[in-house]
């Protein structure tokens, strides 16, 4: 799986890699800082809340390095975390982690802004459900802002269906009435 190509696109090779703790901490933080910046920017126009109604002080930074190991979860077959890279360079990521008996989530599906219109956030969660199938989950959900239209999309054209919050969501529960849950049966 290390390293594996994921496709050519405007030829240039993008390449999935596993992402590793702690080697890749540094990156990671940098990508889901920006992931949740993008993210919380919408929501806070949209719903009137803040950085720090959602964060600790409103310090991203400071609430990753905690989460990140819960994020990128325990590894196969429980768990994938990725790092797209085109040459060498990282333009996105994404993973999946086990929910419970059965039931994993898609988590942090990132695409940066120089990478995006190249297909790359729906190879990725194709990769990640083919992913989860192979790890035997039954089940997979995942939650996202209900400012990311053009995800939500996506994620419907794959197949999930919005469903009421659950308990093992990462969302802080002042967003639960504002936020997309959804599952899809694998």
Same mark, same amino acid.
């Given at each position: $799986?290390? #390293? ?5 696109? @405007?030829? $240039? ?8 703790? /702690?080697?890749?901490? &540094? ?17 806070? @126009? ?5 950085? %720090?109604?959602?964060? /600790?002080?409103?310090?991203?930074? %400071?609430?990753? =390095? ?9 590894? =196969? ?7 797209? !890279? ?8 994404? #993973? ?8 994993? !989530? ?14 790359? #956030?729906? &190879? ?11 790890? #035997? ?8 802002? /209900?400012?990311?239209?053009? &995800?939500? @999309?996506?994620? !419907? ?19 639960? =009435? ?9």
């Amino acid at each position: $799986m290390p #390293g594996q190509r994921l496709a050519h696109r @405007a030829d $240039m090779t993008i390449r999935f890699r596993p992402a590793r703790l /702690p080697d890749d901490a &540094a990156l990671l933080i940098d990508l889901n800082a920006e992931y949740l910046e993008f993210v919380f920017s919408g929501v806070a @126009a949209r719903f009137g809340v803040t950085l %720090a109604d959602i964060f /600790p002080g409103g310090d991203i930074r %400071a609430y990753l =390095p905690a989460v990140l190991p819960k994020t990128l979860g325990a590894g =196969p077959p429980e768990s994938i975390f990725y790092i797209l !890279e085109q040459q060498g360079a990282a333009i996105g990521m994404g #993973g999946l982690r086990r929910v419970r008996d059965g039931i994993c !989530e898609m988590k942090r599906v990132y695409i940066r802004d120089a990478a995006k219109g190249q297909g790359l #956030g729906r &190879a990725l969660a194709e990769r990640l459900i083919a992913d989860a199938r192979g790890f #035997g989950y039954r089940t997979m959900f995942l939650d996202t802002a /209900p400012t990311l239209t053009t &995800a939500i @999309a996506l994620y !419907e054209r794959l197949g999930f269906a919005r469903i009421p919050h659950y308990p093992e969501v990462e969302v802080p529960a002042i967003m639960h =009435p504002n936020w997309v849950f959804m599952a899809k049966d694998l």
